[in-house]
Structures are given as C-alpha cells and as structure tokens.
C-alpha cells in the first residue's frame, strides 16, 4: 500500500508546554496531517465525554518487539490460525469500536479518521483468522517511521488478539518499537514495560524518521 504524502498540520504539539498529567491538550481536529504528526511529537487522540482530546501518558506502555514473550499455551494457540494485513481494516476498526466492551471509547470521528488514514497507507491492521478464514481477532495502529502506535485490538476466540500482536511485532522487527499508550496487566504478560514521557518522546524522535517496516515501506 503506497503512502500518500500529507502537507503540513496548522497544529502544533508542544511537549515542552504540556502538563504533568496523562491528557496534555483539547481541541484541534482529526485530519490526517494533525492526528501523523501528533504521533510524531508522542500524542494521540482520544475522546472523552463528547470532547476531543489529545493524550501522552506519564508513564507510556511500550514493547519492543525483542521482549515480546510468547508461552507455551499461545504457541499452540496459534497454530490454529492464520495472520493478515490490512485485509480487513474496516471489520478491525468496528470489532474494537463495539459499545458493549468495557471502555469502549472509538466513536463515529475517530473511526472515520482512522478508515481515511488507512486509505492513505499510514493506519494499518493485523487480522487473526480461523483456518476457515472467520475474522476471530485482530488490531489497529498507526505506521510512522520505525514506530507502530497501537491503538486497540480485540478477540472473539482465546489468544487472537495476543497472536496478531506477536505477528505485528515480528513486523515491526527488533529495530522498531510498538506504542501500546498504557501498560495493563495482560499486556504487561506479553513483555510490554512502562517508559517515562521523557524517555518515550526522547526514543521515538529517531525511529519516526526512520525507514518504515519493508512490509508498509
């Protein structure tokens, strides 16, 4: 998928500005150029009672792709699926967006955001299938550089989400790094750390400028 150039955003992200607090600013709007290069300066959108809001976790949820753990039980789990790309961005983007998740948080904007910027070549998807082809699991995110920011994933069978990240990371390779916003538990099981901002914002200024994974170059 070709990447189309985006011009420059009217916005500016100012990390040295933001406060010590996980949401740094409000407002804006959700065009291409503004939700690329809010990523390229360690923000990203995410609504909240009706308002657009930007976020940069004090302390950010990170993997990088050498420290993914894999156990026993989802090696075999995964066995008995199959892994594609951007096959099904759409159905992805729907599956996380379902209201009756807790949390659900991906509303009408956001979704159509998304689905533009995957039509452009910067959003992209793994999608977790049976061995019939049935979409089972899968995730979304934002490709910039050598970084992946994810942005939410989901399973309708045991081990499809854990299974498209693994493939993800082999993706994004050892030279990548994969945002995951915030660390919980079950990521936490999956080798996902917590980086300061600081260090976030210092590590990713590099990689957002870094050649892309071959498959989304």
Do not use: N
Not at 92 to 107: E, F, K
Not at 163 to 180: F, N, P, Q, Y
């Amino acid at each position: 998928m070709t990447r189309a150039p985006l011009p420059p955003s009217p916005w500016a992200f100012e990390p040295d500005q933001w406060p010590d607090d996980d949401c740094v600013a409000g407002g804006a709007d959700l065009a291409p150029a503004t939700i690329v290069d809010a990523y390229r300066r360690g923000a990203f959108p995410m609504p909240h009672d009706g308002r657009l809001l930007w976020w940069s976790p004090v302390r950010r949820g990170i993997l990088q792709p050498a420290d993914l753990r894999i156990s026993r039980s989802l090696t075999r789990s995964m066995r008995h699926f199959t892994i594609t790309t951007d096959e099904s961005f759409e159905a992805v983007i729907d599956a996380c967006a379902d209201p009756r998740r807790p949390g659900a948080w991906i509303d009408s904007p956001i979704r159509e955001a998304y689905v533009r910027l995957h039509r452009l070549g910067w959003a992209h998807s793994i999608e977790t299938r049976t061995a019939e082809g049935e979409l089972v699991g899968g995730l979304y995110g934002l490709s910039v550089g050598a970084l992946f920011a994810g942005e939410s994933m989901f399973h309708h069978a045991t081990d499809a989400s854990k299974a498209a990240l693994v493939a993800l990371a082999r993706i994004v390779g050892d030279e990548g790094l994969i945002d995951t916003q915030w660390q919980t538990p079950h990521l936490a099981t999956l080798g996902v750390t917590e980086w300061s901002r600081d260090r976030y914002l210092r590590e990713i200024e590099p990689l957002v400028d870094a050649p892309p994974p071959a498959l989304w170059a």
